[in-house]
């Protein structure tokens, strides 16, 4: 199947396309859990249409079995730099961040989030994500993150490394 050429619409997003993976392992932290590491691919995908496909599966470094996992959509609202950053969690949360992408940096916040009703405690209640292309050509993220028990505070910090354009 032949690739689908780029909407216009996310030209200012095809920084971010590609498969990435960490390099090295990504650091998590949060005042309520052990600090730990992950690795993590990343698919980040078009199929013509006026958004990016993305997919987020983190695996654990010595077992490597699955853990955390997100995918969804990023949009971008014609003729501006305003962002929507959509996604589904397998922990049950649901979200919808906003911001805006200047340069080769993705700045959102979150704007509404939905979780399932057995979700588990403390309830996230809020989230933050940075993405930026590095001088050295990786794509970093971090992400942080309040919930109902701590204030906003760095929860990831990851860099990646492109593998596929």
């Not at 971008?76 to 929507?84: E, F, I, Q, W």
Request: glycine share 6%; charged share 20%; proline share 8%.
């Amino acid at each position: 199947m032949e690739t689908p050429q780029l909407n216009p619409v996310i030209e200012p997003l095809s920084w971010m396309l590609g498969t990435w993976l960490s390099d090295p392992p990504g650091d998590g932290t949060f005042p309520t859990m052990k600090p730990f590491q992950y690795l993590e691919e990343v698919h980040i995908s078009h199929v013509g249409q006026p958004m990016l496909n993305f997919s987020f599966n983190a695996f654990h470094p010595d077992t490597r079995k699955p853990m955390h996992r997100e995918c969804g959509f990023i949009r971008l609202k014609p003729d501006t730099n305003k962002v929507a950053f959509i996604s589904a969690q397998n922990t049950g949360l649901v979200e919808v961040e906003e911001g805006e992408v200047n340069g080769q940096e993705l700045s959102i916040a979150s704007h509404s989030i939905a979780r399932i009703s057995f979700a588990k405690k403390p309830h996230v209640e809020q989230i933050t994500r940075k993405f930026r292309l590095n001088s050295d050509g990786k794509l970093e993220q971090t992400v942080s993150m309040a919930t109902t028990t701590q204030p906003m505070t760095q929860h990831l910090h990851i860099t990646y490394k492109k593998v596929t354009p």
